[in-house]
Nanobody
Framework: VQLQASGGGLVQAGGSLRLSCAPS????????LAWFRQTPGKEREFVAA????????YYADSVKGRFAMSRGNPANTVYLQMNSLKPEDTAVYYC????????????????????WGQGTQVTVSS
């Protein structure tokens, strides 16, 4: 599975950005897709995930109510709509794919994800 992430950039606090992740490869529909983020010197942290069916989404408490993940067109492309951005959202954002054990399965552990995109920088200025 290959993952191509895009959409990062520089935005002022309170603004919005939309990240995209286009997966390709065999059996992509069997995978849970997720977003993680990382800042220098810190562990990569879970942001959001969407089930393989696209019917269930999960969010870290720090982004709940501000970020929304969806699955749309082209097929299997996932999006992360980020609203009300804060300076603490500044990070490199990574798209990830992990094998799904059920229609609503997800994990917030980076160790459960086998494939990673190249990362896209999001910078929120105060």
């Amino acid at each position: 599975v290959q993952l191509q992430a895009s959409g990062g950039g520089l935005v002022q606090a309170g603004g919005s950005l939309r990240l995209s992740c286009a997966p390709s490869g065999r059996r992509v529909s069997s995978y849970t897709l997720a977003w993680f983020r990382q800042t220098p010197g810190k562990e990569r942290e879970f942001v959001a995930a969407i089930s393989r069916s696209g019917g269930s989404t999960y969010y870290a408490d720090s982004v709940k109510g501000r970020f929304a993940m969806s699955r749309g067109n082209p097929a299997n492309t996932v999006y992360l709509q980020m609203n009300s951005l804060k300076p603490e959202d500044t990070a490199v954002y990574y798209c990830a794919a992990g094998f799904s054990y059920g229609r609503t399965y997800y994990s917030s552990s980076k160790d459960e994800y086998d494939y990673w995109g190249q990362g896209t920088q999001v910078t929120v200025s105060s």
